[in-house]
């Protein structure tokens, strides 16, 4: 089964695509998440770089190098479609799915499955994903988890 998703800018002009497994679909709580969204944690599908089509329209790219972040923004109306984080994947903001598909259509490979970083939060948060203390061991983290108050998980 192809998993697609769709998006397209707030003015209509630019629309991206990916047809393509996520690498993760986490709510990240990094300080480098945190400080570009300009928000207490966010919420991300990731793919492998290269992986996203322009459909139509064009993006104007952006780069943060404190970050090490590349937006990649409309370019006519300016606002970020998707973004590459130093890792060099390239992502979606999962509140840019729910503003094309509607909360309910939400595609479930677009839903998150953990926490990412963790470690670094602001914030607990009282669910049942898995919370990792920074990634998985399959993205370069050390596979640590942890509980909702931060306690590690012994294994
Ligand atoms: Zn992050
Ligand atoms: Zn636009």
Redesign the pocket.
């Known amino acids: 089964m192809s998993e697609t998703v769709d998006i397209t ?6 629309k991206v695509s990916v047809t393509e497994k996520p690498v993760a679909c986490c709510i990240c709580h990094c300080v480098h998440c945190r400080t570009n969204s300009q928000a207490l944690c966010v919420e991300n599908v990731v793919f492998p770089g290269g992986k996203i089509v322009i459909l139509k ?1 064009s993006v104007v790219d952006s780069t943060r190098p404190d970050l090490q972040f590349v937006a990649h923004s ?1 370019s ?4 970020r479609v998707f973004l590459t984080n130093k890792y060099r994947m390239d992502c979606f903001a999962i509140a840019d799915v729910r503003r094309c598909y509607g909360e309910e259509a939400v595609p479930d490979f677009c839903k998150y499955t953990c926490h990412l970083s963790y470690g670094e939060r602001l914030i607990d948060v009282n669910d049942d994903k898995p919370k990792f203390l920074n990634f998985p061991l399959g993205l370069g983290g050390s596979g640590k988890m942890c509980q909702p108050d931060g306690t590690p998980i012994e294994e």
Do not use: E
């Not at 800018?9 to 630019?14: F, L």
């Open positions: 800018c707030p003015c209509g002009q630019c329209g409309c006519g109306c300016g606002v």
